[in-house]
């Protein structure tokens, strides 16, 4: 138990003046808003001031103040993150402004999930964003609600400017924000709220009063001499937390007895300088006062490292110095067997009164100030472990917890919500089926937290390994459209790197880069710039991997641009040089993150190379290669790469007349699909099997998928999707009213396929001829129903006969030898 705990808090009485001002002035006015803005360094005692409000204020029934919403929690330092951090702090209500917020929240995820972007995400984001400010603004006209924000330095760059853009809506509300460098933020709040809004507060050292009153808050502090404490507040240059530890008797954990150092009255540093030195260095000489501080901090935690081995608190704070993403009880049980939870949760429950630490009990984790965190890195760790291994093998065991425990945890959960969400599904319960979709969406944004968590730990276990591990993550959510989890992803590498000393490249940032616009951003020639610029780097750097990974993606960006023959010889190049790059980590004993990397490059370049030779025409070869890609898929569980190539499967195996075949490899794909949950690719899914019915002219059959397709495209606004799924009910449409020789029918037809045509003529979300040569020939073919069934008809209305002969005949004129091909 410290002397001095977490919730002991003197001084700062002028900071403290203000913000009560700002939170007890008109009190009866709904439309109030202010924002104090708290800027200042690292152990100032930022958190201590947002601390204490919360307890002056946690008996006052007419006051609403929120737990400290820290940005250093990565699962809170997103918009979306953030806002459901908040949600989760405020009394919840049954109204109808909260039902629309939740119809608002689950259309959005839809939206991303399906990973559309542009206008429909922005407008989606933006009625999420809106409808829940009118649910905050319900809360805040019974009681005005104070809003307590901490590390805001980790978001001002990112989104600061939305965050002041967003708060300046909320009505009764006071937000206390702190953070390390607020004053261009505090620019920014001034010109969007006005001057009489804002408050800023700037941190200096404390006072020698304030020192004074901390100093007597431990028996060894009340008994310093006057010119002592004056010496401490130099050389602490009045940090509130090393004054702490300077004076506390129980720093480190367990103690020291004999005062700072053994047979020492006061600290060495201290001791080596009078106060009159002290103050003469304090005004004239900054360097020289720097190195003194430094050295103090040294001396203050060189005390600890020596009983780091044998104090089980001092252990754990030791551990928490390495692992300060997501410690938890159940964490520390897995990296310190020989203790009980019980005995663990004592442990945490102990450090957790010590003023430098903080404990998040949304997610149970506890991390340390990261001052003290530096410094125990600095200089404790140094001297109880001299080989940089024994800190590696930590960190290595903590990413095998990642893997093992956590994320593997995130798996089962998954299925077993997909288990409840299907029989909701059968029974038709939409409550039951909707609560499982929204854990689902919050065991995904888990899983993106724990996936960069463990990117940061395995950088620190192994560079070059956590690198792969990054790179392959950024990779897959680039094809799974999960861009936010990418923002998270380089956050957490360039903070490991930071810590490290060391950069990413500027070509791996453009390799990167440029994967980003071929996939996701659909630019190809962007993209393929970048590429070509970085491609003899590469070369003559002789790093192989990465220049197949440059050629793959040369490879891709031309298919996508319907340059197939290139495409198709970048792509067998690249399959040389992967191959014997497979040959290589088979001989020799490689990283299994490594044989993944190599794996799943070849089931992505066999994979596309199979979809170049769908596109044109050369389906038996197209066959071959989809096989060969999903060999090498099934051994990684891509289960999203593996479903698109079950997908084109079995649409190449129906052009080929294989139905049976077709229709089992669809099964296949659409299992995993319904397993992955998220709208469009489910509807892909069911279009694609709408067209295998047409192919095997079951028409009948597959309307009611190709419908459903188009409805579940509407419904989260997916053009591409709606285009595709169009095209494909317009020709079903067609072949029914052929049979049923029935205009009516026809005329729905001929408007789902204008409707296509418009689309992938206007919209360029599809960068082949295939999709527009579909719809030219599904429309041919209309017409030409059309006018047998007026010329069997009869009657003397000749020209509407010769109008659609007409239409027909241009449809087929609008071929292009290109589209040739691709024509049944």
Known sequence: MPEIPRDKFVGREKEMQVIEKAINSDLSDKNYFRIVNIQGQGGIGKTSILREVKERLKDNNNILTTSII????????????????????????????????????????????????????????????????????????????????????????????????????????????????????????????????????????????????????????????????????????GLPILLIMAVDREWPPGGIRGGIQPGKEYTEISEKYSLERLQEIEKKDSEKLEKIHKDFKKELIEKAYRIFDIDPIARVILYMSLIYKYLTADMLNYLMPGKTKDEIEGLLNEINKWTFTKHDPRTG??????????????????????????????????????????????????????????????????????????????????????????????????????????????????????????????????????????????????????KEKIVFHRKFDQGLSDLESIADQWAKNENLYQYTDILLYQGIANNYKGEHEKAEHIFKETIVLLDSLDKQVRDQEIHILKVWQIKRSQARCYGHLGYCYFQTGRFSESIDEYNKALEYAKGIEIDSERSQLFNDLSYVLCRLGHFERGRMYWQKGFEIREKLLFKSPIALSLNNRGIIEYLADVPYNGKKYSEKALNMFKDISDIRGIGLSSRALGGLLARIGDIESSIEILEKAEGHLEEAEKIFMENGAVPSPFYLAETYDRMALLYEHWARILKDQGGDDKKKYFEKLEDAEKYYNFRTPDMECLIL
Not at 415 to 439: H, T, V, W, Y
Request: hydrophobic share 35%; net charge negative; with cysteine.
């Open 70 to 237: 820290d940005f250093f929690d990565i699962a809170t330092n997103t918009k979306i993150g953030f806002l459901d951090e908040l949600n989760s702090l405020l009394p919840i209500k049954t109204t109808a402004q909260f039902k629309e917020y939740r119809k608002a929240k689950a259309n959005f995820y839809e939206v991303e999930a399906a990973g559309i972007t542009g206008d429909v995400k922005k407008d989606t984001l933006a009625k999420f964003f809106a409808s829940f400010k009118m649910c905050y603004n319900f809360i805040a006209a019974d009681k005005r609600i104070v809003l307590l924000i901490d590390t805001f330095e980790v978001v001002q760059k990112k989104h600061g400017e939305w965050l002041v853009g967003w708060l300046i809506g909320l009505n009764n509300t006071v937000v206390i924000i702190a953070g390390r460098e607020n004053e261009k933020w505090q620019e920014l709040a001034v010109k969007s709220a006005g001057s009489r809004h804002v408050d800023y507060l700037e941190l200096k050292k404390m006072n020698s009063n304030d020192t004074k009153d901390l100093l007597n808050l431990s028996e060894y502090g009340r008994a310093l001499p006057d010119e002592e404490r004056e010496k401490l507040e130099i050389i602490s240059k």
């Open 365 to 514: 984790s506890y991390w340390l100030h990261d001052l003290v965190r530096d410094l125990i890195n600095e200089y404790a760790w140094p001297e109880i472990a001299r080989e940089e291994e024994e800190r590696k093998s930590i960190y290595k065991r903590i990413v095998r917890y990642y893997e093992e425990i956590l994320i593997e945890g995130i798996k089962n959960e998954k299925e077993r919500l997909f288990s409840e969400r299907k029989k909701a599904n059968a029974s038709d319960d939409k409550e039951k089926e909707s609560e499982c979709f929204r854990q689902l969406i919050n065991l995904k944004a888990k899983r993106q937290h724990y996936q960069a968590h463990q990117v940061y730990y395995d950088i620190m276990a192994d560079y070059e390994h956590g690198i792969i591990r990054y790179q392959m993550q950024f990779v897959y959510n680039l094809w799974v459209r999960e861009k936010d989890a990418n923002v998270l992803l380089q956050q957490e590498r360039d903070m490991t790197l930071n810590a490290l000393k060391q950069s990413y490249s500027e070509i791996e940032t453009k390799l990167d880069t440029s």
